[in-house]
């Protein structure tokens, strides 16, 4: 059995994450990230948003469980993400990135400080603090892989840390194949032998016994 995903492993996520990040060149930050709609500012933007949610939906001292925290979501243009928080472009990427960083943080000190037994909203299920780690970990990497094909850059997480959120997200997924290529197949961004790339897909976050 596979070692739950962890605030160590949201905290390694997102270190990689921003050590590829300073490596982006200034000027590509306006252009499309990987098959996405949204560029590469707006994807780390929302990425950012993803783990600052997963924080705040466990700090009320009873966290509602049919619907988020209800903070106001904003989309900048009509087909950009929908976010609450916004990194100053005046700023730059190094502001940006320092934001990434900060609510990475806050999932980080939440999933670490909140008892196991509590549970809080999500879409993709009721969730725990480990289920929201593992879907801030899921976030970081494949919206990561969508930067990274924007950029041109490097970018293969350790197969460990994908195992794991494999298994608490994607227990169906398919075995035998490289754990960073089917979590990618399981988010609709590849292919696997035999098994065309999905049009849709949904991880569950639900509790495991």
Do not use: I
């Not at 925290?69 to 990135?97: N, Q, S």
């Not at 879907?135 to 997480?157: I, N, R, Y």
């Not at 398919?174 to 049009?199: C, F, H, I, V, Y």
Request: aromatic share 8%; hydrophobic share 45%; with cysteine.
């Amino acid at each position: 059995m596979l070692s739950p995903v962890t605030a160590d492993d949201v905290d390694l996520a997102v270190r990689l994450a921003v050590g590829t990040l300073r490596d982006a060149p200034a000027q590509g930050w306006g252009g499309k990230a990987g098959s996405l709609e949204w560029d590469c500012w707006e994807t780390v933007e929302h990425l950012a948003n993803d783990l600052f949610y997963y924080a705040v939906q466990l700090g009320p001292q009873s966290p509602p469980l049919d619907t988020h925290v209800p903070f106001a979501l904003r989309r900048k243009r009509p087909d950009g993400p929908m976010v609450f928080a916004y990194a100053d472009r005046d700023a730059g990427p190094a502001g940006l990135l320092q934001v990434l960083e900060a609510c990475g943080a806050l999932l980080v000190a939440m999933v670490r400080t909140t008892p196991p037994q509590v549970r809080a909203h999500h879409a993709a299920g009721v969730s725990d603090p480990g289920g929201f780690a593992a879907l801030g970990v899921q976030e970081t990497l494949v919206h990561m892989h969508d930067v990274a094909e924007g950029f041109g850059l490097a970018w293969a997480p350790p197969s460990a840390l994908c195992s794991r959120v494999l298994a608490r997200l994607f227990p169906e997924a398919p075995g035998g194949a490289d754990p960073w290529l089917t979590l990618l197949w399981s988010t609709g961004r590849a292919e696997l032998p035999g098994r065309p790339r999905l049009t849709t897909w949904r991880s569950d976050s639900t509790p495991r016994s």
